[in-house]
Structure formats: structure tokens, C-alpha cells
């Protein structure tokens, strides 16, 4: 009797298990990517999709879901409910839609404020297939050279140069060949970039599991046992570096990406992630970023969804039981309510909880927790300069630069963050700076004759608050003054790797984290929402920040789930598709993945068959 009881207790889990995990429609499928179309060059075509602005009759009836933000993460979340039949409205306070991926154009010069290059987007990776399916095969990238990052380490006669090769094996290789005595510390980072992203899995695996069984998994000791992922993630990036080697130099190229904090305070994984990232490749969108908002805002809108622009929300509306049911936008000094069964937020946490919810659910000590656990990220300073010249006439490629004052990161970095606000401008440890122009073989096309160049660098908010309160492109003189010593300073120091940029330039226009505020709706202004800390990685931190949060129907989406980056967003974006829809839609893509690969190999066999 218990026997059969038993039995039937564990069929009838099984085919629950088995139900959850494949039980359910995908929303992906290999029918749904069609061949790319020409590249739509008609500006007026394109702001019909990207621009279309919020009016309460344009809102479609009988929503299912609600996004707030435009970012590829709220996109992508968005595009997938979008594909399983659901009818999403996305709402942008911008007059664009994008948030990071979108572009700007001024005097005939178009820029990208939020993506330089993005990698893993080889023929069948998941990254590549996740893109495919939200644009339904219209998106295109375009790869860089294999010499895709140089770096300039110090100043005038001990200056040193180092250069980034992309490629399955050459990225190592070449790294080896310019360290020839540190080869064996070359070898165990690319073991370590090996694991890290061969187990990043298992760390968003822990914000899709019951909140309590990861925690048991961890705290038991169990999940060390299974993998050094969850506590390589804890350790800190120059821990790490020193382990390998005493050489500066080196140690500085295992952790050049710099977003905000120190290697001291950065995840060795996270670093480890960055670099890996490109190693198969580094590309960037064919016909500028705005690209990937165009073409998913057609696929959200082809499923009876909606994106529409200069919609800020300002409230997400909470009814007596706690639950999100809806948002009001700001309209002409109006308050429109629009509702809605679920609410995913991509926005941030500090937007999400410190500024939508009503107060007194703010102050609720779950939500002060969740607030805690992050603090808001540094800010970015972008110098965008236009030339009348061509990439030819200026001696410019796709090769991204990266300038450093030293080796010494963790010292740049604490050095130049303590600074005041009058010292910051003439005391930049460094920099990077690249030339979308030449990145994108369509803007000869697009915009011939003409060259462009982004220069960035992070920033204390600080030093720019004075101003917050001003109007955006009306903040007076003294902070145009301010920003451009900065600007000065940069142009200077490109030149000094580019001379023949100093006679062409025509345009130079400066952001500050005021403009990424104004503009990209980021809390202080961050370059990537909340802080990319250590802290925040700790394996138990990955799992108490969840996409699901203490207000029922209220999700989180974007960056501030996983990590920073158009790929981080993304998963974001997934791994709130998966918790919203209780369907781990990463088993759906990996199912295609398989259908992929096996009608490439059917491809490949004909192909043979028809030779012979
Ligand atoms: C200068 C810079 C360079 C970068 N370079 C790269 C790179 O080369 N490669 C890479 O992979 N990543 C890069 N990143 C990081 C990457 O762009 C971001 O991490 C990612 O795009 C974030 O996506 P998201 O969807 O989470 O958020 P976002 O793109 O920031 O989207 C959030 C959206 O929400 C909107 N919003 C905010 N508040 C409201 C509101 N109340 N109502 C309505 N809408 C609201 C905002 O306007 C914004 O559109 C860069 C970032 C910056 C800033
Ligand atoms: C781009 O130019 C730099 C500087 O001239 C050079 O070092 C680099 O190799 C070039 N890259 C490519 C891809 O040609
Ligand atoms: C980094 O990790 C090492 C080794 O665990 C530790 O000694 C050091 O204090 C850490 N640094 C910081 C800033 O946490």
C-alpha cells in the first residue's frame, strides 16, 4: 500500500517536473527567423517604430503585461512574452526607444551612447540565437578585426603597448607571445575564463530555483562541491591577478575593462567574463545600435504589442492586497493610468523601489533589503567628436583603444575617485575611446565623408551635482566650461595616438552623468545601474537578487538582474521571461539550439551528398 502510494507520489512529481520544464509552448522556433531584409535608410520609416509617442488611445486593449523602459533587457523580456501569444506594452521616457542602444544624430554625425562592441555572437552560440529569435533574423553584426583592443600602458618614454587579438585559440597565443616569461599565468587565466563561462549557468540557475533551495545548496556546502564557480564569484579581481603573476603590466590586461570599481572590488568572474567574452569574436551592429531596438519594437508590435516613447512612468499603482496592477504615465502634466496583470520594471532597482512604489511600501523592511543589498554605480563621461574626413584620411580603424597613466589600477582608481571636483579634469588615469564610423561598414553610406568618435571614462556623480537641478542642454556656462576641460584633456591624449584627428575635428558635444540621467533615466547618472561590486556577486546576494520581488505581479528585468552589458541586460531580461512565466525559457533556446545545429549537420551531409 505505502509502496504504491509512494509510486504514485513520484510519477506524479516526475510528470510535474517534466511538464515545468517542457511541458509548455516555446515561444521560440526556428520558422520564426526569416532571412534579413535591406537595411531600412528612410529616417522618417524608422522614427514611425522608434518613435512613437504615448497617447492613451494608442495603448492596445486587454494587456497582459506591462514594461517600463525601452533597454534590451525590458525588450527582450518583452519580445518573449510577445512570441507566446501575450500582448506587452513597453513604456520609454525617452523620445527614442533603446535606452542604452539608442542613437543620436547631430550636424549629419551619428553616435551610439551605450554600446561599443559586443562578443559571443558566433554562428550558433546562444547569444547569437537569443538575438535571431527577439529580431526574427533581421538584426546583422558586422565583426571587428581580429585586433580588436590595444592597450596603452604609461607615459613618455616607458610607454608600452599591448594589442587584443580575437579567435578560439589565438587570443591566447597572442597574449603568451607578448608575456613570453608569463605563459604559464596566461594559461591558468584562460582556464579560469574557461570556467567562468562554462559555469555562468549555474549562478542565474540561483534565481530560478525556490529562493530557500538555493540558499540549502549553498549554505550546506553542496554547491561548492559541484562547482568552484559559486565561490570564485566572491573572490576579488586582484586577489586573483596576484596569484598568477607579479607582472603589473599583465595583471592590468586581465582586468582592462573598467565599469566603475576597482579590481579590488570587481568579481574575478565578472573580469574574467569580460575578456572572455570577445574571445570568439568581437562585432558590433550592422547600421548603428539602433538597430536592435527597431527590429524587436516590430516583433513586439507584430504580436499586437505596443513601445511607446516620452512615456515616463511615474508610479506603479498597488492595490490593498500588495499587488501591481498597473502604472500611471506622466502626460502633459496629467497622470494616465494604464493597467495591466503584470508589471516588469527595467529601470533599475533604486528607480524601481526608491522612486515608483508608493512610499509606504517603500519603506517596507523586505523592500529596504533588497535596496541594501546594491548601491547605485559610478558615472561615465562621454566626449562625442565628429570630423569631415574620412577613416582613411584620419588613420583610423575598427581597433578600439584603451590609455592608461600606469599599471597600477586599484591606485589610478582610488586616486582619482578621491579627488575634488577642481583636480578631476587635469588628472585622468584613463581612458577609452572608439570610432563607431569605422566600426560599421554602412556608414559610408550613411554618412559619407564623415568620421566620429566616442571617448569615455567614469566619473564621480559628484562633481557634477551642482547642476542637477538645471535644464538639460541649458545648464549654464560654468558647467559647459567644466565638462569641456575634461573634453580638452581626452582629445589631447587621443591625438597623442591619432595626430591626424587634431586638424579635422568639426564637432565635439560632451555627456555627463546629468545626461544619463536626463537621458537614459539612470539613477546619479550610473553607466550601469546599480554598482558592479563584489558584494553584490557573492553567490547568496546572486540569489536574494531575484527577478520576482516583494510586490506580487512586480518584476525585475535588465541589468541590475545579472550583470551590466547588452549581453548581461539581455539575460536580465530572460531570466525575468523564466520567473514571470514559470518556463525556463533557456531549456526552450537550448532545444533550438539542438534543431539548429542538427540542420546544419543535414545541410552539411546534402551538401557532401551533392559533391559526390
Ligand atoms: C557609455 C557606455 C558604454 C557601454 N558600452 C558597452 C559595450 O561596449 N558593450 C556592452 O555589452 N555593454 C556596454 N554598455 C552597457 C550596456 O549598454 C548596458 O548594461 C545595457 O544596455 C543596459 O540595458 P538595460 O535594458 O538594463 O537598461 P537601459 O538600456 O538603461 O534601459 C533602461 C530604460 O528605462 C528607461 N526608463 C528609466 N526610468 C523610466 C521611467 N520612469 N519610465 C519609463 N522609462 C524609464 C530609460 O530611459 C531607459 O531607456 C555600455 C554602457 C554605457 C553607459
Ligand atoms: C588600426 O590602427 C592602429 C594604429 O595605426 C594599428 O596599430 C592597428 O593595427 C590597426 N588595426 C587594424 C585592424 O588595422
Ligand atoms: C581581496 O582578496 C584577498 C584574498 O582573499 C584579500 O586578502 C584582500 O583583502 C581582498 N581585497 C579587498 C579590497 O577586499
Known amino acids: 500500500m505505502w509502496l504504491l502510494v509512494l509510486l504514485v507520489w513520484f510519477l506524479l512529481w516526475a510528470g510535474g517536473t517534466y511538464w515545468y520544464l517542457f511541458g509548455k509552448p516555446s515561444p521560440f522556433s526556428l520558422e520564426?527567423?526569416?532571412?534579413?531584409?535591406?537595411?531600412?535608410?528612410?529616417?522618417?520609416?524608422?522614427?514611425?517604430?522608434?518613435?512613437?509617442?504615448?497617447?492613451?488611445?494608442?495603448?492596445?486593449?486587454?494587456?497582459?503585461?506591462?514594461?517600463?523602459?525601452?533597454?534590451?533587457?525590458?525588450?527582450?523580456?518583452?519580445?518573449?512574452?510577445?512570441?507566446?501569444?501575450?500582448?506587452?506594452?513597453?513604456?520609454?521616457?525617452?523620445?527614442?526607444?533603446?535606452?542604452?542602444?539608442?542613437?543620436?544624430?547631430?550636424?549629419?554625425?551619428?553616435?551610439?551612447?551605450?554600446?561599443?562592441?559586443?562578443g559571443q555572437l558566433h554562428e550558433n552560440s546562444l547569444f547569437k540565437v537569443i538575438m535571431d529569435q527577439i529580431t526574427e533574423g533581421q538584426l546583422q553584426f558586422v565583426e571587428l578585426d581580429k585586433h580588436f583592443d590595444t592597450l596603452v600602458i604609461g607615459s613618455g618614454e616607458k610607454i608600452r603597448k599591448y594589442t587584443i587579438y580575437s579567435g578560439k585559440t589565438e587570443m591566447e597565443e597572442h597574449l603568451k607571445a607578448q608575456f613570453p616569461d608569463d605563459t604559464k599565468a596566461v594559461e591558468e587565466f584562460f582556464k579560469i575564463m574557461k570556467i567562468s563561462a562554462s559555469k555562468t549557468h549555474l549562478l542565474a540557475a540561483l534565481k530560478l530555483i525556490p529562493q530557500w533551495m538555493a540558499l540549502f545548496l549553498l549554505k550546506s556546502g553542496i554547491a561548492d562541491l559541484c562547482s568552484s564557480i559559486f565561490r570564485l564569484v566572491g573572490t576579488n579581481a586582484t586577489a586573483l591577478a596576484n596569484s598568477l603573476t607579479s607582472n603589473k603590466d599583465l595583471q592590468l590586461i586581465f582586468n582592462y575593462f573598467f565599469y566603475g570599481v576597482p579590481p579590488k572590488q570587481?568579481?574575478?568572474?565578472?573580469?574574467?567574463?569580460?575578456?572572455?567574452?570577445?574571445?570568439?569574436?568581437?562585432?558590433?551592429?550592422?547600421?548603428?545600435?539602433?538597430?536592435?531596438?527597431?527590429?524587436?519594437?516590430?516583433?513586439?508590435?507584430?504580436?499586437?504589442?505596443?513601445?511607446?516613447?516620452?512615456?515616463?512612468?511615474?508610479?506603479?499603482?498597488?492595490?490593498?492586497?500588495?499587488?501591481?496592477?498597473?502604472?500611471?504615465?506622466?502626460?502633459?502634466?496629467?497622470?494616465?493610468?494604464?493597467?495591466?496583470?503584470?508589471?516588469?520594471?527595467?529601470?533599475?532597482?533604486?528607480?524601481?523601489?526608491q522612486k515608483l512604489l508608493p512610499t509606504h511600501i517603500q519603506t517596507k523592511p523586505e523592500i529596504q533589503k533588497r535596496v541594501n543589498m546594491m548601491r547605485p554605480g559610478r558615472g561615465c563621461l562621454l566626449v562625442f567628436s565628429g570630423f569631415d574626413a574620412t577613416q582613411e584620411e584620419l588613420g583610423i580603424n575598427s581597433t578600439n583603444t584603451w590609455l592608461f597613466k600606469s599599471n597600477d589600477m586599484d591606485a589610478m582608481m582610488d586616486e582619482f575617485f578621491s579627488m575634488g571636483k577642481d583636480e578631476a579634469p587635469d588628472n585622468i588615469p584613463m581612458m577609452h575611446f572608439t570610432f563607431p564610423s569605422a566600426k560599421d561598414p554602412t556608414s559610408k553610406i550613411r554618412h559619407p565623408g564623415k568620421s566620429c568618435m566616442t571617448m569615455l571614462i567614469i566619473v564621480n556623480y559628484e562633481w557634477f551635482e551642482e547642476?542637477?537641478?538645471?535644464?538639460?542642454?541649458?545648464?549654464g556656462d560654468d558647467y559647459l566650461a567644466y565638462k569641456m576641460r575634461f573634453a580638452k584633456n581626452l582629445f589631447e591624449w587621443a591625438c597623442s595616438q591619432f595626430p591626424k584627428l587634431r586638424d579635422k575635428l568639426v564637432f565635439q558635444e560632451v555627456s555627463t552623468p546629468l545626461s544619463n540621467a536626463h537621458y537614459l533615466g539612470s539613477h546619479l547618472g550610473a553607466m550601469c545601474s546599480a554598482d558592479q561590486n563584489l558584494e553584490r556577486f557573492q553567490a547568496e546576494?546572486?540569489?536574494?537578487?531575484?527577478?520576482?520581488?516583494?510586490?506580487?505581479?512586480?518584476?525585475?528585468?535588465?541589468?541590475?538582474?545579472?550583470?551590466?552589458?547588452?549581453?548581461?541586460?539581455?539575460?536580465g531580461g530572460l531570466l525575468c521571461a523564466s520567473t514571470m512565466l514559470k518556463q525556463i525559457v533557456y531549456i526552450d533556446l537550448m532545444m533550438l539550439k539542438k534543431k539548429l545545429k542538427r540542420k546544419k549537420t543535414r545541410g552539411t551531409d546534402e551538401h557532401v551528398k551533392k559533391l559526390l
Open 266 to 353: 570587481s568579481s574575478s568572474v565578472i573580469n574574467a567574463l569580460l575578456l572572455h567574452h570577445y574571445k570568439r569574436g568581437a562585432y558590433y551592429p550592422k547600421g548603428g545600435a539602433s538597430e536592435i531596438p527597431f527590429h524587436i519594437t516590430k516583433v513586439i508590435q507584430k504580436y499586437g504589442g505596443r513601445v511607446l516613447v516620452r512615456a515616463p512612468v511615474n508610479r506603479v499603482l498597488v492595490d490593498n492586497n500588495g499587488a501591481a496592477y498597473g502604472v500611471t504615465v506622466k502626460k502633459d502634466q496629467e497622470d494616465v493610468e494604464v493597467r495591466a496583470p503584470v508589471i516588469i520594471s527595467n529601470c533599475g532597482v533604486f528607480n524601481t523601489f
Open 32 to 118: 520564426s527567423v526569416r532571412p534579413p531584409g535591406p537595411l531600412e535608410l528612410d529616417q522618417k520609416k524608422r522614427s514611425k517604430i522608434l518613435k512613437q509617442g504615448f497617447r492613451k488611445e494608442k495603448v492596445p486593449e486587454n494587456l497582459d503585461a506591462i514594461v517600463i523602459g525601452s533597454g534590451i533587457g525590458g525588450m527582450t523580456a518583452a519580445a518573449t512574452l510577445a512570441k507566446l501569444g501575450k500582448r506587452v506594452l513597453v513604456l520609454e521616457q525617452h523620445d527614442q526607444a533603446g535606452g542604452c542602444c539608442h542613437t543620436f544624430t547631430e550636424k549629419g554625425f551619428e553616435f551610439d551612447v551605450g554600446l561599443h562592441y559586443i
Open 467 to 475: 547642476w542637477k537641478d538645471t535644464p538639460a542642454r541649458k545648464r
Open 541 to 571: 546576494a546572486i540569489v536574494r537578487n531575484r527577478c520576482d520581488t516583494p510586490v506580487k505581479n512586480l518584476f525585475l528585468s535588465g541589468q541590475d538582474v545579472f550583470s551590466c552589458g547588452i549581453a548581461g541586460a539581455l539575460h
